[in-house]
């Protein structure tokens, strides 16, 4: 649903692109351009007269110590404010633009890197200089800042002293070289090339948007085209919006920055020495860190004044290079350079780096309209039509159902939980190479994040989201294949929307997957205490949310329509006065239907229901203790889709485990079939 999403947004803003154009074509087509609009003496078309940047005069006149908020709207208050901001750190005060704003119109920020060979562009009459120290807020209100061009050295280690007594590390920046406590929103960067040229003696963070992140700072609802370069030959860290975050530093709170809703469309490297070459770099590739959203996105440590800092909701569509021993992209944990978010997101200590990293991107309403807004604005240039890292999902009548894999603090079969989790993740892919599926619909419990019982849930025992975890590090593992890829909540997964979508990536608590003639539809029956402040079970709650399921149904009115949950409890329904969910089930809206929550993975005919058949996905867990676990070994539910019947059966991957002390193999096999035929 979210890939559907993406491809859906692409569309529109090229449509929203192409729209004025044609309407343009359309009225010179049949009106004609007028002699004043066009043609010289002879009835010839002249080509209009090329724009050549001119230089600027900064107008300071709108400052007035004594206000909080000031309006910008023309080129010449920017550098104003450019001007003023290099010894004046605009804390407690913001600065918004009421219009699109062009410093050199004209020129072209344009750099091309090929052949080992970089081309910067030639500086304009109006160079930014990167603002060193900003704590306010610069929200651009949907506006968009064009023809910026930075050539610096930066700072040195401890050469810009914060409070006139802590150094702040060594950095250059695009905008701003320190953003301590401050905020950059709402604005797009187009047509902006920032150059570092620094040969700083300690490691340096160079950033499109800020060099150095520090306290609690956020970047947010922020799209750019910048292209940011470093030509150092030291250490080095570059990102299309940050270098870097920092820990505690000084009097300023631990680091708990935020980037976020933010897409890099531009390009980003670095080069060894002063000149344009890329030759190769005694930089080796360990302290060369260049990534398009940040180079480097971390509490540096594990204890507490190191902090914590949030990376979510990006996308990154531009390239990203360096020059070690070879010309080639960045390449971070195994993913190409052009889809390179930050340096050391996994590699993680107990606790530290960053969280809440997504791989994915929902675009937030608000940028939608900021970015369709400009496309159609006089003289802005917005590329919209890179392509957005889209696949096209394989097509097939295969579907994999799983759940309750639970990524906790317990092994089980003697098994370490990472081991039994990579376990379950290449089982999926094997599935994959050996007969290629549509979908993969999880449902539920990929933690204990939530459990009232020993050792307690990890979320508010503890702080740490499990189920992040499994998606940050293990499903997003399966990201390249060509599926569809749905995950909803159990009752171990209490997060309210907000907190559910956030910590997954865009994953919604109930959702739908139409593979072919069939519509899967996947409930929530757990809605009950969600985002609780104490320890406590899920309730089962049944289908609450009729409409959903109505709304569905009637977008799809030609689907077959399969039931998935968490779990299904239909005494309960009943109990509940769930009457109208019921007749559903009574007049076969429902093909049928899978669930998870027992661990096994047998077959339910609920004769109470013109026996409508309900299988269950099994596990990659345990068992309850009663039950032998070798009649519900780890695995998950193959589905089948014909036009007359569905076939599913439970899949267990070749798997050594330990139970009751002896060791006991299960070869892959199946088990539990069931034919379900539809009319």
Same mark, same amino acid.
């Given at each position: 649903?979210?890939?559907?999403?993406?491809?859906?947004?692409?569309?529109?803003?090229?449509?929203?692109?192409?729209?004025?154009?044609?309407?343009?074509?359309?009225?010179?087509?049949?009106?004609?351009?007028?002699?004043?609009?066009?043609?010289?003496?002879?009835?010839?078309?002249?080509?209009?007269?090329?724009?050549?940047?001119?230089?600027?005069?900064?107008?300071?006149?709108?400052?007035?110590?004594?206000?909080?908020?000031?309006?910008?709207?023309?080129?010449?208050?920017?550098?104003?404010?450019?001007?003023?901001?290099?010894?004046?750190?605009?804390?407690?005060?913001?600065?918004?633009?009421?219009?699109?704003?062009?410093?050199?119109?004209?020129?072209?920020?344009?750099?091309?890197?090929?052949?080992?060979?970089?081309?910067?562009?030639?500086?304009?009459?109006?160079?930014?200089?990167?603002?060193?120290?900003?704590?306010?807020?610069?929200?651009?209100?949907?506006?968009?800042?064009?023809?910026?061009?930075?050539?610096?050295?930066?700072?040195?280690?401890?050469?810009?002293?914060?409070?006139?007594?802590?150094?702040?590390?060594?950095?250059? =920046?695009? *905008?701003?070289?320190?953003?301590?406590? &401050?905020? !950059?929103?709402?604005?797009? +960067?187009?047509? $902006? /090339?920032?150059?570092?040229? =620094?040969? *700083?003696?300690?490691?340096?963070?160079? &950033?499109? !948007?800020?060099?150095?992140? +520090?306290?609690? $700072? /956020?970047?947010?609802?922020?799209?750019?085209?910048?292209?940011?370069?470093?030509?150092?030959?030291?250490?080095?860290?570059?990102?299309?919006?940050?270098?870097?975050?920092?820990?505690?530093?000084?009097?300023?709170?631990?680091?708990?920055?935020?980037?976020?809703?933010?897409?890099?469309?531009?390009?980003?490297?670095?080069?060894?020495?002063?000149?344009?070459?890329?030759?190769?770099?005694?930089?080796?590739?360990?302290?060369?860190?260049?990534?398009?959203?940040?180079?480097?996105?971390?509490?540096?440590?594990?204890?507490?004044?190191?902090?914590?800092?949030?990376?979510?909701?990006?996308?990154?569509?531009?390239?990203?290079?360096?020059?070690?021993?070879?010309?080639?992209?960045?390449?971070?944990?195994?993913?190409?350079?052009?889809?390179?978010?930050?340096?050391?997101?996994?590699?993680?200590?107990?606790?530290?780096?960053?969280?809440?990293?997504?791989?994915?991107?929902?675009?937030?309403?608000?940028?939608?309209?900021?970015?369709?807004?400009?496309?159609?604005?006089?003289?802005?240039?917005?590329?919209?039509?890179?392509?957005?890292?889209?696949?096209?999902?394989?097509?097939?009548?295969?579907?994999?159902?799983?759940?309750?894999?639970?990524?906790?603090?317990?092994?089980?079969?003697?098994?370490?939980?990472?081991?039994?989790?990579?376990?379950?993740?290449?089982?999926?892919?094997?599935?994959?190479?050996?007969?290629?599926?549509?979908?993969?619909?999880?449902?539920?419990?990929?933690?204990?994040?939530?459990?009232?019982?020993?050792?307690?849930?990890?979320?508010?025992?503890?702080?740490?989201?499990?189920?992040?975890?499994?998606?940050?590090?293990?499903?997003?593992?399966?990201?390249?294949?060509?599926?569809?890829?749905?995950?909803?909540?159990?009752?171990?997964?209490?997060?309210?929307?907000?907190?559910?979508?956030?910590?997954?990536?865009?994953?919604?608590?109930?959702?739908?997957?139409?593979?072919?003639?069939?519509?899967?539809?996947?409930?929530?029956?757990?809605?009950?205490?969600?985002?609780?402040?104490?320890?406590?079970?899920?309730?089962?709650?049944?289908?609450?949310?009729?409409?959903?399921?109505?709304?569905?149904?009637?977008?799809?009115?030609?689907?077959?329509?399969?039931?998935?949950?968490?779990?299904?409890?239909?005494?309960?329904?009943?109990?509940?006065?769930?009457?109208?969910?019921?007749?559903?089930?009574?007049?076969?809206?429902?093909?049928?239907?899978?669930?998870?929550?027992?661990?096994?993975?047998?077959?339910?005919?609920?004769?109470?229901?013109?026996?409508?058949?309900?299988?269950?996905?099994?596990?990659?867990?345990?068992?309850?203790?009663?039950?032998?676990?070798?009649?519900?070994?780890?695995?998950?539910?193959?589905?089948?889709?014909?036009?007359?019947?569905?076939?599913?059966?439970?899949?267990?991957?070749?798997?050594?485990?330990?139970?009751?002390?002896?060791?006991?193999?299960?070869?892959?096999?199946?088990?539990?079939?069931?034919?379900?035929?539809?009319?």
């Amino acid at each position: 649903m979210k890939k559907t999403i993406l491809r859906i947004i692409a569309l529109l803003l090229c449509f929203c692109m192409a729209l004025p154009l044609f309407i343009a074509c359309k009225k010179d087509t049949e009106e004609g351009p007028s002699a004043e609009e066009g043609t010289g003496d002879n009835g010839q078309t002249q080509e209009p007269e090329p724009v050549v940047p001119v230089k600027i005069d900064a107008d300071a006149s709108w400052y007035d110590e004594n206000e909080a908020v000031f309006e910008l709207s023309t080129a010449a208050q920017l550098l104003g404010f450019n001007d003023l901001a290099k010894e004046n750190s605009f804390a407690g005060k913001t600065v918004k633009l009421t219009a699109d704003i062009d410093l050199n119109p004209g020129w072209s920020a344009q750099v091309s890197a090929a052949n080992r060979q970089v081309t910067l562009p030639e500086a304009p009459p109006n160079k930014w200089e990167p603002i060193p120290l900003f704590e306010g807020t610069f929200d651009g209100q949907e506006h968009a800042i064009s023809g910026v061009y930075t050539e610096s050295k930066g700072y040195d280690q401890n050469q810009y002293k914060y409070n006139g007594t802590v150094g702040l590390g060594s950095a250059g =920046g695009g *905008l701003f070289v320190y953003l301590v406590n &401050g905020t !950059v929103q709402n604005v797009l +960067l187009l047509n $902006s /090339t920032v150059i570092h040229i =620094g040969q *700083l003696a300690a490691p340096c963070a160079v &950033g499109g !948007v800020a060099g150095r992140v +520090l306290g609690a $700072s /956020t970047i947010e609802n922020v799209y750019s085209e910048m292209n940011v370069w470093a030509r150092t030959q030291r250490y080095r860290m570059v990102g299309g919006i940050a270098g870097r975050s920092d820990w505690q530093t000084g009097d300023i709170a631990p680091c708990t920055a935020i980037i976020r809703n933010v897409v890099f469309a531009g390009t980003v490297g670095s080069t060894d020495g002063k000149n344009s070459t890329l030759t190769p770099s005694r930089v080796t590739e360990d302290n060369m860190r260049v990534a398009q959203i940040a180079a480097q996105w971390a509490a540096s440590g594990d204890n507490e004044k190191d902090g914590r800092c949030v990376l979510e909701n990006v996308l990154a569509v531009g390239h990203g290079y360096y020059a070690a021993d070879t010309y080639k992209p960045v390449v971070q944990n195994g993913r190409a350079g052009d889809y390179c978010l930050a340096y050391r997101l996994s590699a993680a200590p107990s606790g530290g780096w960053a969280y809440n990293t997504t791989l994915s991107f929902v675009l937030p309403a608000s940028v939608n309209t900021m970015l369709t807004g400009a496309a159609g604005r006089s003289g802005l240039a917005i590329n919209l039509l890179k392509p957005v890292p889209t696949k096209t999902v394989t097509e097939s009548n295969r579907v994999l159902i799983a759940s309750d894999v639970h990524l906790c603090h317990v092994d089980t079969y003697g098994v370490d939980t990472a081991v039994r989790m990579q376990r379950f993740i290449d089982a999926l892919r094997a599935e994959y190479n050996r007969s290629p599926y549509s979908a993969l619909l999880l449902l539920g419990d990929y933690s204990l994040d939530f459990w009232n019982y020993q050792v307690k849930g990890s979320w508010l025992e503890k702080g740490v989201s499990n189920t992040k975890n499994f998606v940050d590090n293990y499903l997003s593992q399966l990201y390249d294949l060509p599926i569809e890829i749905h995950m909803i909540a159990g009752n171990h997964e209490q997060y309210g929307e907000t907190n559910w979508e956030q910590l997954t990536g865009g994953y919604t608590r109930q959702d739908y997957c139409v593979v072919g003639n069939y519509l899967f539809l996947m409930v929530d029956t757990f809605t009950a205490d969600l985002d609780p402040t104490e320890h406590s079970d899920t309730p089962y709650t049944g289908v609450t949310d009729l409409e959903f399921v109505r709304n569905v149904i009637a977008e799809h009115p030609d689907k077959k329509v399969i039931l998935c949950a968490h779990y299904l409890d239909f005494n309960a329904e009943a109990n509940m006065g769930h009457t109208e969910f019921l007749e559903m089930v009574d007049n076969g809206q429902f093909v049928c239907a899978f669930v998870g929550h027992t661990h096994k993975s047998n077959v339910w005919t609920v004769t109470d229901h013109n026996n409508f058949k309900v299988a269950f996905t099994g596990n990659f867990f345990k068992t309850d203790d009663e039950t032998p676990p070798q009649n519900y070994m780890w695995g998950f539910r193959e589905v089948l889709l014909y036009d007359n019947r569905v076939v599913s059966r439970y899949i267990t991957p070749d798997n050594t485990v330990t139970i009751n002390g002896s060791q006991y193999h299960k070869y892959k096999g199946t088990q539990d079939e069931v034919t379900v035929y539809v009319q």
